[in-house]
């Protein structure tokens, strides 16, 4: 049997004969251990047949899961002991996917994701055991939780080991091999370190925690650039809090007392001329931001008033009072309208307040795009016919005057007074003495004799007149959030609002008045399309808007000439809530007249057929419709401001290009002006083609050349 374990053992194939009467064999002897290293050497061989090979060798019981199946290879090329060979054995099965759950008296092979379901042998750090066996070891973790290193832990962990935090008691529960447990348990040793990190608040007197902060920052970074290795702890980090003027400091020890040393050094009280600064505004209006730190000093300086410390105790001035020594005000601030800067000069405290303030309303503020469309369609339609008489004699005058108009040709007495009011009665006199009347719409008719004894007449009077109109006006403006702003697109049309005569009395006697200096006391006002909009910004998108829109036309009127122009007048004035890039409707008008009017001689207009000679008939129908909508957009950038540009610039630009296709064919000569291409814009810095508005004339073609013929020699 000694022969046999010193030999080579191998098995090179199946059945396993020579291996099996050798098994059988060293079980009759029933060897209590063994005796002489073994050179193990398997080629493609059942792993059962393996663990009976280490139950013979090594004395062990082994109990097999049926699901434990496989053939195994082991190559060794020297000789092993019963220790050696048993965790050459152990490792073949992890490598399987297999574990050895060691029991009382027996040792169970299973397969390894079920392995921790079993037996397992809870272990402590001094236990001995072999690293391919399955263990369960549970460790105390002393300064960081458990929970937060189990993700980090849990890639080093195989599918079939376990690992879990119990919060409680905060530890961690690690099933697996026992040489990968070791492995986890030596990085948890490391991670699970005492930091020395701890936060401490520098409070200052004198300096600003922002500035300081913002020095000691960029020292740090420079020297974290120069010399990368030079910090071993935790890197310190700083940050200000302005409302207790305190630095919070954070990170090792030598960090924080270097750190503190350099706040303390710093954190000293300045010169009284180190009182004024400078302060240069980006945005807001120097003049306007004035008038707000005047107010917000007088709280501050009062404030500071009172915390004061009181003459004696520690950190109070040597005046014993925070108030200037001749006792004004703590705080001046003066606005410098050229630079758009504020000149403050105040305590180092209240400075830092302030410009803490100015900070926050020294933004850029957002713009609002307002498109007002203002849309009407109207439609008109008139209709008349009516017959005027008149006859009159030496003693006797009778007329009928049916129709609108009280003077000129529409009115049957102002034909025949032209007709009487001159000897000329030729053609030309006649056209004459048309053209100082007022000749009316329409078709008229006159007919009778106004030469005879007894003159007599009839005037017909017949008006169809149809009109439609169509306005679209869209007035566009830009202004900043809470600004008001006005657009006017118009006349300035003059209003006679008086007229006065002065009276003298001359000569010798004194009841004769002459009149002299008249004049008139006129008034100008727009007409055409006004739009004054005030917008305010809310939370969110919405748009608080104060509108005034007005859309004034002058309308045909009679009586301009004594009584002034008429106006057509729309307006509205109200303040609306609308969203971003909505469309909302101000208000509008939605009108539909019927006019219908019959004037006629009593009795006369009443007879069937005939009375159509006695009567007059007029009907208007009228429909308009007038609507005003809001298109307001937040323009909150000046890419935003760019692209709706970029928009109406291009639009104008399109109309200028249609307007110089269509030319002038009575100046064929003479280009349209036409905006510049936006990237010509930008290169060169104009806007309009400043080139000549004429065409270029042609250029002659160059005479033809002429070879020369002299071959060198001057001909004559």
């Known amino acids: 049997m000694i022969h046999w374990l010193n030999q080579r053992l191998t098995v090179h194939g199946r059945p396993l004969r020579r291996l099996a009467w050798a098994l059988l064999f060293g079980a009759w002897l029933a060897l209590p251990a063994l005796a002489a290293p073994v050179t193990l050497n398997l080629k493609d061989a059942d792993i059962n047949a393996l663990v009976e090979s280490m139950s013979v060798l090594t004395g062990k019981n082994f109990i097999v899961d049926p699901r434990v199946k496989g053939r195994v290879t082991i190559i060794s090329s020297k000789p092993m002991d019963e220790k050696e060979l048993y965790e050459v054995f152990l490792a073949v099965l992890a490598v399987h996917g297999f574990a050895a759950v060691p029991g009382d008296k027996a040792i169970k092979i299973v397969p390894a994701a079920g392995a921790k379901q079993e037996n397992v042998p809870t272990i402590d750090p001094q236990s001995r055991v072999e690293a391919d066996q399955i263990v369960t070891r549970v460790i105390q973790v002393q300064n960081v939780s458990a929970a937060q290193i189990v993700p980090i832990l849990r890639p080093l962990i195989p599918p079939q080991g376990h690992l879990a935090a119990y919060t409680p008691t905060n530890v961690l529960i690690i099933s697996d091999s026992a040489a990968n447990v070791e492995r986890i348990a030596s990085i948890i040793s490391r991670i699970d370190l005492a930091s020395n990190e701890e936060v401490e608040i520098v409070a200052l007197r004198h300096a600003s925690a922002t500035e300081i902060v913002r020095v000691l920052t960029a020292l740090e970074q420079g020297k974290g650039r120069a010399d ?27 960090s924080r007392v270097r750190l503190r040393t350099l706040i303390t050094h710093l954190d ?49 001035p040597p005046g014993g009072s925070p108030s200037s020594s001749g006792g004004g005000s703590l705080v001046d601030i003066q606005a410098d309208e050229s630079t758009n800067a504020l000149v403050i000069t105040a305590p180092p405290d209240l400075i830092r307040s302030l410009r803490s303030v100015i900070a926050q309303l020294d933004v850029r503020r957002a713009q609002v795009l307002v498109e007002a469309v203002i849309a009407e369609i109207s439609a008109e339609k008139t209709a008349e ?28 007495l102002g034909l025949a007074a032209l007709a009487n009011s001159g000897s000329d009665t030729s053609a030309l006199g006649a056209a004459a003495g048309l053209s100082n009347a007022k000749v009316p719409q329409g ?49 300035n049309v003059p209003f006679v609002t008086g007229s006065y005569t002065s009276g003298n009395t001359s000569g010798s006697n004194t009841n004769t008045n002459t009149f002299s200096n008249p004049f008139q006391t006129i008034q100008r006002d727009d007409v055409g399309i006004k739009l004054k909009v005030k917008p305010q910004i809310n939370e969110g998108n919405a748009i608080k808007l104060e509108i005034e829109q007005e859309v004034s036309s002058l309308a045909p009127s009679a009586n301009t000439a004594t009584q002034g122009p008429t106006t057509n007048k729309r307006s509205i004035k109200t303040i609306v809530m609308v969203e971003d890039g909505q469309i909302l409707v101000l208000g509008g008008l939605i009108d539909d007249q019927l006019t219908e009017s019959s004037k006629k001689v009593p009795l006369l207009g009443d007879v069937p057929l005939l009375g159509n000679l006695f009567r007059y008939r007029d009907t208007t129908k009228l429909k308009r419709n007038l609507m005003v909508f809001l298109h307001p957009v937040i323009l909150r950038d000046a890419a935003q401001g760019t692209l709706h540009t970029n928009d109406k610039y291009s639009y104008i630009r399109d109309q200028q290009f249609a307007a110089r296709e269509r030319g002038d064919y009575l100046l064929s000569d003479v280009k349209p002006p036409l905006l510049k291409p936006q990237a010509e814009v930008k290169a060169q810095g104009t806007i309009l083609d400043l080139s000549s508005p004429f065409k270029p004339e042609p250029e002659p073609p160059p005479p033809p050349v002429v070879e020369s013929t002299d071959f060198g020699f001057n001909n004559r």
């Open 228 to 254: 990368p290795a030079a910090g071993v702890g935790t890197p310190a980090r700083m940050v200000a809090d302005e409302r207790t003027n305190s630095i919070l400091l954070s990170g090792d020890k030598a």
């Open 268 to 316: 000293t009280p300045v010169d009284a001329g180190g009182n004024t600064q400078v302060v240069y505004l980006r945005y807001a209006k120097a003049k306007d931001l004035q008038a707000v730190l005047q107010g917000v000093s007088k709280s501050l300086s009062n404030e500071v008033a009172r915390n004061a410390p009181t003459p004696g105790q520690p950190g109070a």
């Open 385 to 412: 016919l009516g017959v005027q008489w008149v006859s009159y004699g030496n003693s006797l005058v009778g007329f009928t005057n049916l129709g609108t108009e009280t003077t000129g040709l529409s009115n049957i």
């Open 443 to 491: 078709m008229q008719m006159a007919l009778g004799d106004f030469g005879g004894a007894n003159p007599f007449g009839a005037l017909i009077s017949a008006l169809a007149k149809d009109a439609d109109t169509n306005v679209l006006s869209t007035p566009t403006i830009v202004t900043m959030d809470n600004e008001e702003a006005e657009i006017v697109v118009g006349q």
